[in-house]
Nanobody, 118 residues
Framework: VQLQAFGGGLVQAGGSLKLSCAYS????????IAWFRQAPGKAPEGVSC????????MYLNSVKGRFTISNDNAKNTVYLQMNSLKPEDTANYYC????????????WGKGTLVTVSS
């Protein structure tokens, strides 16, 4: 099983970024895939999750209405579209997969850094 996050970068407040999580070694429908983030000096937090069996999605309250998680089965990629970015969204973002629950971590990949300037 492998997961790898891509797409981070530097963006101004109010801007947008689209992160990609390329996965392999498992069937999407059997897993939950989540995006986590960890800001410097802070604990990791779950940002969004998608349940492979039915596409059910969950979001951290502070990103609801701004972030959208989606999956492209053909590309084995889960996306996180991030709009109206705020400086407090600055963090290392990584994706993880779990067979049982959203925000569980059976497998995780190397992250991608998102920096939002004010």
């Amino acid at each position: 099983v492998q997961l790898q996050a891509f797409g981070g970068g530097l963006v101004q407040a109010g801007g947008s970024l689209k992160l990609s999580c390329a996965y392999s070694g498992f069937t999407f429908e059997d897993y939950h895939i989540a995006w986590f983030r960890q800001a410097p000096g802070k604990a990791p937090e779950g940002v969004s999750c998608i349940r492979g069996s039915d596409g059910y999605t969950m979001y951290l309250n502070s990103v609801k209405g701004r972030f959208t998680i989606s999956n492209d089965n053909a590309k084995n990629t889960v996306y996180l579209q991030m709009n109206s970015l705020k400086p407090e969204d600055t963090a290392n973002y990584y994706c993880a997969a779990d067979r049982t629950v959203c925000y569980g971590v059976n497998y995780w990949g190397k992250g991608t850094l998102v920096t939002v300037s004010s």
